[in-house]
């Protein structure tokens, strides 16, 4: 008989709703599985583009239940903390409808909901799984600059502690999370699954408008970023070495996406070889792709990344077929492992540029063979279907 799921996390979005997408895209390979799959998520998050306004609806065979939170505007608003505990105190208000669960996922950022989620597990005598994909408390510790002593960090310490003691399963999206788990001083082993692709969708390519195309410059090399535009992404370092590069008239940089720090950056970077694009629907991603020679990635030099990343632009990229230049100073680095690009130091203005010299110096041949590597690798790694699998067989 196969199991009821459900799946905790505040902003597991759709489609539909916006971003982000990892649990829609497993719950989809679960229930395609048998298994019925119910998604508990908040019915604001700064990540989505629409709200729902139904309290449960049945998404592409997922069933959601959207709890009630008010708006907090931006990710950086303090009202945001104040919906972290309204979330998790509503946790322990369910509707009595919902099918009684086999296995509990909690999934949210903020660890606080594994209180209401260890309750209700002993309660159905559920299978309780505590799935982290960003380490919270230590990302603010390191990248928001809270101290340790900070009361809320103190709180999400014993939270996260209380989830790797209690937990039946641990799963991480990070390669190296287990180290961190051994620098808290617990003695636990833990499940790698990655983010991925979903095969499916990214096959369904939608055309980019023709008022767009004509920006695109069709006798340039293009080294291109897509994504959201923020401190996070290090786009500063990859535009320095567009300055560096300005007597190259063979070479322009391109930046699809929107975000806090774009207007910034196009005030302090304006050149003939830079061009902004504004954000483009995700099904047109592959098409947008299919127009640059190089693909980047950049990362801020961080301690927390030495326990691995897993970003879902790198996977896109990896599907287009499109040598990848990854700033990268952290661990578990699936360009090098794939060699579908060229990995350098983050924040390093000189390799960046020296990166993409050395990639336009190739052949069209070289670089076509760097970018089948990673599809290759992206296909038999890091499908949803193959991931959900690995969930399974936790399960």
């Known amino acids: 008989m196969k199991k009821n799921i459900w799946i905790i996390n505040e902003y597991a979005g759709t489609p539909k709703y916006g971003m982000e997408f990892r649990h829609y895209y497993l719950a989809k390979e679960l229930v395609k599985a048998g298994y019925t799959t119910t998604i508990i998520s908040a019915s604001y998050s700064h990540l989505f583009q629409n709200f729902p306004k139904k309290k449960m609806e049945s998404i592409d065979g997922i069933e959601y239940l959207w709890i009630k939170v008010f708006n907090y505007g931006m990710s950086n608003n303090k009202k945001r903390v104040l919906k972290w505990f309204l979330f998790m105190s509503k946790l322990f208000f369910l509707p009595l409808k919902l099918k009684k669960p086999d296995i509990i996922i909690m999934s949210s950022i903020a660890p606080f909901s594994i209180f209401p989620a260890y309750i209700l597990a002993k309660i159905y005598r559920a299978k309780l799984i505590f799935e982290v994909k960003d380490i919270w408390p230590l990302s603010l510790i390191e990248i ?4 340790v002593s900070h009361p809320l960090i103190k709180l999400m310490s014993f939270a996260e502690k209380f989830a790797l003691k209690k937990a039946d399963i641990i799963v991480s999206n990070l390669q190296n999370y287990g180290e961190h788990i051994n620098n808290l001083g617990i003695n636990r082993k833990f499940k790698w699954i990655s983010n991925g692709i979903d095969l499916q969708e990214i096959k369904n390519i939608e055309l980019l408008d023709n008022r767009l195309i004509k920006k695109i410059p069709t006798d340039k090399f293009i080294v291109g970023y897509t994504g959201s535009i923020g401190v996070a992404n290090a786009l500063e370092s990859f535009l320095e ?109 000189k390799e960046i540029a020296d990166a993409i010299i050395k990639l336009n110096s190739l052949s069209l041949v070289e670089r076509k063979n760097m970018g089948i590597n990673g599809k290759h690798y992206v296909i038999d790694n890091f499908s949803y279907s193959s991931l959900a699998m690995n969930y399974i067989g936790l399960f």
């Open 144 to 147: 928001g600059g809270f101290k």
């Open 241 to 349: 070495s567009a300055i560096l590069l300005e007597d190259r008239k063979d070479i322009v940089f391109i930046i699809v996406g929107k975000g806090t720090e774009k207007k910034s950056l196009k005030e302090k970077f304006e050149s003939d070889n830079i061009l902004f694009i504004d954000a483009i629907d995700k099904k047109q991603i592959q098409s947008m792709l299919g127009y640059f020679d190089v693909c980047f990635l950049g990362w801020n030099k961080e301690n927390l990344y030495k326990y691995g990343t897993s970003p879902n632009k790198l996977f896109d990229y990896m599907y287009s077929a499109t040598p990848i230049i990854n700033a990268f100073s952290g661990a578990g680095d699936i360009v090098k492992i794939a060699q579908c690009g060229i990995t350098v130091e983050a924040h390093n203005t």
